[in-house]
């Protein structure tokens, strides 16, 4: 077991509120088919900034070389892709299509092979489109989460049917067709779920009164679907590629179906994480407007050739992985921070405003007092005017007792997986690198890229440079601006100035000032403008 300390900066994440709806209630309106308008567009993800250390060099793995020709197109076959998506294989062949509704009567289709995402897109993969220029920000108001790191892994919510094509086309994919979903969700003998015909429960998918909002997309591995897929029910519904027509089951070719030419609707598949358990089911079908963005509806992306991009590079080592892909926590606890805060007493001294302000914070932690100076007092300064912030901040300490392995077709070096090489193209901002036989950024291009995104249901830690199955804190920290009471004398000059009486008379004013701290208010006991979250005067 090794034991590492590790630092990274805190940061706010400006949360936007979503407005649940119910998927089962066809929403009201509808617009001419193929006329998706562009979504309103929401502000940058935050970039999360991070102080990196040198961890404890892990020891050299070795690897044997890959097959660069392919992964087999066979049940069980899974392929690690672009974007940190897992591909799992759909071999070509019929399947039971439909379970005798009046939208969706039971018959026998064929579709050919294809890969699928293993899981929904997250909003860390949306979030990179976005940085690169492919994909336009998902609607704020329906995408709770998108920039938070805690639910970098949860789907991506608040984009309609055009930005889900964008994605997919962003990584060489496209939406799934009806008949494609619904095989890899049911397998081919049909089952009324994903994970088989057991009834729902909460360990199987995040549905009904389970969770009440989004998880992430690999929480349910018990759900999985025949072909290994995740989240198949519940959590967001899913955009698939067909136009909606509820006679279309009726006279619909036998092989690959692709949807009526041409509707109002578009389709809509799997359930959310308000939906009854009813709608887990499979091969019910529902449909919305091609412009609808919803906090319960994402997607995920089919590829015909998984081939297609050549590796990055270079990629994060990846903590907490096994060789079958799966993400386990495994190994790597949580980090334990120590307490660290900042109390404030200002006071008069006399005609003069003094603060003491008082740091609570474990050995070795950094404390900044700005130009105040130390009382004597452990932890304690006293400030005056003009003040200055002041901060206080502390490590983390995070134990690891698992090694940490390079992605399937790299090979480690130090801290750092290096590429074994292909053909193949890069993603915008990235060059191919004949030499080398991979995918190196532009100059100019945010370092930060130059690395193979983090295989979905890790984060990316700049501090261990390696993708964690939890997202690595920090360094904990709080800063302040020191506040003064108001020491003036009383005005005895009959108005004007507070300031403009005599100097020498009278004792210190209390009269209320206006605060230029929008969360302070004047507090006449204390004699300042009063700050209550931070507990302190702030002017």
């Known amino acids: 077991m090794k034991k590492l300390s590790i630092i990274v900066s805190m940061f706010v994440i400006g949360a936007t509120l979503i407005s649940a709806c119910n998927l089962g209630a066809t929403p009201e309106g509808t617009s001419e088919p193929g006329s998706a308008t562009q979504p309103p567009v929401g502000t940058e993800p935050p970039v999360l900034t991070e102080v ?4 404890t060099q892990p020891p050299v793995l070795t690897q044997a070389p890959i097959d660069l020709s392919g992964p087999p197109m066979e049940v069980g076959s899974k392929f690690l892709y672009v974007d940190g998506s897992t591909l799992v294989a759909v071999p070509g062949g019929t399947f039971i299509m439909g379970h005798g509704g009046d939208d969706n009567p039971e018959h026998e289709v064929n579709v050919s092979d294809f890969w699928l995402y293993r899981s929904k897109v997250t909003n860390s993969q949306y979030a990179l489109c976005v940085l690169l220029g492919k994909c336009t920000p998902p609607n704020p108001g329906k995408s709770e989460g998108y920039g938070d790191p805690l ?3 949860h789907p991506v919510t608040g984009v309609n049917y055009q930005q889900a094509s964008e994605y997919c086309s962003f ?6 067709t009806e008949a494609e979903w619904e095989k890899a969700a049911r397998g081919p003998e049909g089952n009324i779920y994903p994970w088989g015909n057991a009834t729902p429960q909460c360990d199987l998918a995040n549905y009904g009164t389970c969770e009440f909002k989004t998880s992430k997309v690999i929480d349910h591995p018990a759900g999985q679907s025949y072909y290994e897929a995740f ?3 519940g959590n967001v519904y899913e955009w698939v590629s067909d136009w909606y027509d509820a006679n279309y089951y009726n006279n619909s070719p036998v092989d690959d179906p692709l949807g009526p030419d041409l509707a109002l609707r578009r389709s809509v598949r799997s359930s959310g994480f308000n939906s009854p358990a009813y709608e887990s089911e499979s091969a019910r079908r529902l449909s919305l407007a091609p412009v609808e963005q919803r906090n319960d509806l994402g997607f995920r992306c089919v590829v015909e050739d998984p081939m297609y991009f050549a590796p990055m590079c270079t990629a994060a080592l990846v903590y907490g992985q096994d060789a079958s892909g799966n993400i386990s926590l495994g190994g790597f606890s949580n980090e334990v921070c120590p307490k660290v805060d900042i109390t404030q007493n200002a006071y008069c001294n006399g005609l003069s405003p003094a603060t003491n302000v008082n740091f609570t914070a474990p050995s070795g932690a950094t404390i900044d007092p700005s130009t105040c100076a130390p009382t004597g007092n452990p932890g304690q300064y006293v400030c005056q005017p003009p003040g200055g912030t002041v901060s206080v901040s502390a490590k983390c300490d995070l134990t690891v007792d698992v090694q940490p392995q390079c992605p399937p077709g790299f090979q480690q070096q130090g801290n750092t997986c290096v590429a074994q090489g292909g053909q193949g193209q890069c993603l915008p901002g990235f ?8 995918c190196t950024a532009l100059p100019g291009q945010d370092a930060s890229l130059d690395v193979t995104p983090c295989p979905v249901g890790t984060f990316f830690s700049k501090v261990l440079l390696a993708c964690v199955p939890v997202p690595v804190a920090s360094i904990v920290s709080v800063t302040q601006s020191v506040g003064f009471m108001d020491c003036r004398p009383p005005d005895k000059s009959g108005g004007g100035d507070p300031g403009g009486g005599d100097p020498g008379g009278g004792t210190p004013s209390c009269q209320p000032v206006t605060c230029s701290d929008f969360k302070a208010s004047w507090d ?5 403008c009063y700050n209550p979250f931070v507990n302190a005067c702030t002017n």
């Open 431 to 438: 060059n191919y690198d004949p030499a080398s036989q991979c």
């Open 151 to 153: 639910r970098a892994n």
């Open 524 to 528: 006449t006991a204390r004699c300042c």
């Open 231 to 233: 989240d198949m029910a």
């Open 52 to 55: 990196p250390i040198q961890p």
């Open 171 to 176: 990584v060489n994919g496209r939406l799934p």
